[in-house]
């Protein structure tokens, strides 16, 4: 079964870090771009960064450039947001996706994962 | 940066089709995916490239873009239909991913 299940979402204080993980399964992770995405809640879908199949390429939103980094590690199958100096704004549900191709661009989001909420507040 | 809109929410009776819109500056070139989202559920992916369908997604579901709206077709609507729905396309101008605000969809 394809699966991505991410962790390291908690309570953080502004300006702090956290590190979110996602764990993959039952495809080949190092053949597909990956993303990040996120849902404050009772809000919609924002589109927070994305990284190619061998980490050659990568994207950002305005909202988290400079704050935010994307990485990955093929051989433990795994997607990583490194999140510093964090805003109550970037309080949100986080999702992780993989994409149908390797290129982090026009390839629809075709599995995601269940999400993990950070909380940002004092 | 692209814009794209949606209407907050709509509504449609049972058995009867709902078509949810997605406006944005010549959508039509641009290759639109939609997903849809249940309460306290991850997106599912319902339409991409416009009007591809994934396998498991019900007949029901179709998509299609021109000019500048693009729109997902629910036909026959079943109150399993109920959920939030967002329409989302690459942005080549500033190398970033749009989605729409979403539109509820209540089911009457």
């Known amino acids: 079964e394809v699966q991505l299940v991410e962790s390291g979402g908690g309570l953080a204080q502004p300006g702090r870090s956290l590190r979110l993980s996602c764990a993959a399964s039952?495809?080949?992770?190092?053949?597909?771009?990956m993303h990040w995405v996120r849902q404050a809640p009772g809000q919609g879908l924002e589109w927070v960064s994305s990284i190619s199949l061998k980490s050659g390429r990568f994207g950002y939103a305005d909202s988290v450039k400079g704050r935010f980094i994307i990485s990955r590690d093929n051989a433990k199958n795994s997607l990583y947001l490194q999140m510093n100096s964090l805003r109550p704004e970037d309080t949100a549900m986080y999702y992780c996706?993989?994409?149908?191709?390797?290129?982090?661009?026009?390839?629809?989001?075709?599995?995601w994962g269940q999400g993990t909420m950070v909380t940002v507040s004092s | 940066s692209y814009v794209l809109t949606q209407p907050p929410s709509m509504s449609v009776a049972p058995g009867k089709t709902a078509r949810i819109t997605c406006g944005g500056n010549?959508?039509?070139?641009?290759?639109v995916h939609w997903y849809q989202q249940k309460p306290g559920q991850a997106p599912v992916l319902v339409i991409s490239?416009?009007?591809d369908r994934p396998s498991g997604i019900p007949e029901g579901f179709s998509g299609s873009n021109s000019g500048n709206t693009a729109t997902l077709t629910i036909s026959r609507v079943e109150a399993g239909d109920e959920a939030d729905y967002y329409c989302q396309v690459w942005d080549t101008s500033s190398d970033h991913w749009v989605f729409g605000g979403g539109t509820k969809l209540t089911v009457l």
């Open positions: 010549n959508i039509g070139s641009k290759i």
């Open positions: 490239y416009n009007s």
């Open positions: 039952g495809f080949t992770f190092h053949d597909y771009a």
């Open positions: 996706a993989k994409t149908y191709g390797g290129v982090i661009e026009s390839d629809a989001f075709d599995i």
